[in-house]
């Protein structure tokens, strides 16, 4: 997909704009220091809560995000096509988050009738464009050290006490589900789709994601050297003759067929001609 010329006015109406309601939120004159620390000269203007400079070159906050911040073609579609799978470690080369978003999306398309619950599927990964894919193990090795330095300190006792909804070995866990959660809340309102999902799309997205899951392990990785806890059993519905190492796409076809994904099961929200994926 060809980039629009550059227009060096559009930027500069695009920049007074940004420097304007900049001023307008932080209700301060262009001489403070709030405006001169976080207002660059371009209009960007950066937040005061942690943020990212996106491929669109946004400085895109990663708390509570704005739908209005979401760039679906260039820095969703562009950074989950580049971004692997299994952090890369698998036989055959790097296998998409895009790729598995699809392949999943057209599955359920196909099983379904129902494009909905394929956009549904097809943005369940969406988050990971800003803040990557942290793969269940680093998880479960970042929450054994919380517990590790809980127990060290003396602090076990009075956090699962006090909060034991979250206790210990769940704290990173349960903060990377509120950030996962907000930014899919601005994900999903940016393509016209409600969230939080109705319970039976989210189970239907869910039940997708393990049968993905199960025929990824069994393609890339040969099956499992130990339980992976629940694989086995959902193994007799992963049956995706498509996924084997030589099938992994390239970046930019997997980016390619994220970006027409979105126009096939989003058209409302994504009006523009079709985009035909080229090897």
Known sequence: ?????FDPHGLARASAKARASAKARADVDTSSDWYKRNVRPTGIVVPDVPWKQ???RKAFRLIDPSPDDIDFDIDIAGALSRLARFTGDIRGGAYSVAQHCVMGADILARETGDDDIAAAFLLHDAHEGPIGDIATPAQNAINWYIQVILDEFGLTELICRNIPAISG???????LK???GSLDGAIYAAAGIPWPLPAGVAATVREMDLRMLAAEVDAFMGGEVAPWGGLVEIRKTCEIPDLRPEGIWSAKHAEQRFQAALRRYLPG????PAISPKD
């Open 178 to 180: 509120r950030l996962k």
């Open 269 to 272: 929200r994504f009006p523009y």
């Open 1 to 5: 997909m060809q980039s629009p010329p």
């Open 54 to 56: 996106t491929a669109s």
């Open 169 to 175: 070995p769940r704290l990173f866990k349960y903060a």
